[in-house]
């Protein structure tokens, strides 16, 4: 499987700043996922990410406030952008497409959040 | 809403014992599910995964089991060992779409 990289690993923000999260992956991959998981909670998606073209936002989340890049087949960022105590979270990023396997999905280690 | 859930949130077992944990889905175009593992403070690990033109796919020490029918996807760990002790996660794709939808999560207790 992929080795899947994710920085910072945790941080600790102000509220009302943004961090920008970052994925990097071994290998091309063909597709890229963002994932939040709330604290005692399961997953979640956030959107999938494209690469060369916008994200595509699941309902719920907005481009303004996860703005997403991927500029490569290896790599992409996650922005969590005005952030506010709820916004505390594990965020993910997940790979798919890059194996035998076009389905399975592995997940990067996460990046942990606290707003304060 | 479709959804997938899991019926028990908390599973404690003995080191040595054999656990089941089970999961049901609601959409019934899901063509491909996945177990996974998460350790306190890291991602998700792909345990096992299963088509939804199989009913039984076995790894190492686990083995899937899915019923079509009732909608329902079981893992069964076998001789259960204290490193089992995790939160595990099914995960459904339902056709049409590369992404997951996950279940709620069941927490393994393993008692020495």
């Known amino acids: 499987s992929a080795v899947i990289s994710q920085k910072p690993s945790r941080d600790i923000c102000q509220r009302g700043t943004s961090l920008t999260i970052q994925c990097q992956v071994d290998s091309q991959v063909t597709m890229m996922f963002w994932y939040r998981q709330q604290p005692g909670q399961s997953l979640t998606l956030i959107a999938t990410?494209?690469?060369?073209?916008?994200?595509?936002?699941e309902s719920g989340f907005v481009i303004d406030k996860f703005p997403i890049s991927r500029p490569n087949l290896t790599f992409s960022t996650l922005t969590v952008s005005n952030m506010s105590p709820e916004d505390s979270s594990i965020y993910l990023c997940?790979?798919?497409?890059?194996?035998?396997?076009?389905?399975?999905?592995?997940f990067g280690p996460g990046t942990r959040l606290t707003v304060l | 809403g479709e959804s997938v859930g899991l019926h028990l949130p908390t599973l404690s077992v003995q080191e040595g014992d054999n656990s089941i944990i089970n999961c049901a889905y609601s959409n019934s175009a899901s063509d491909y599910f996945i177990w996974y593992k998460q350790e306190s403070g890291k991602g998700p690990q792909f345990i096992i995964d299963i088509r939804s033109n199989m009913d039984k796919r076995q790894g190492q020490r686990v083995t899937v089991l899915l019923n079509k029918t009732v909608k329902h996807l079981s893992l069964q760990i076998a001789a259960t060992q204290p490193g089992d002790s995790a939160v595990y996660f099914c995960a459904e794709k339902r056709a049409g779409r590369r992404a997951l939808t996950f279940g709620s999560g069941t927490r393994l207790q393993v008692q020495p």
């Open positions: 990410a494209n690469q060369g073209s916008e994200a595509t936002y």
């Open positions: 997940s790979v798919a497409g890059g194996g035998r396997n076009t389905d399975t999905q592995y």
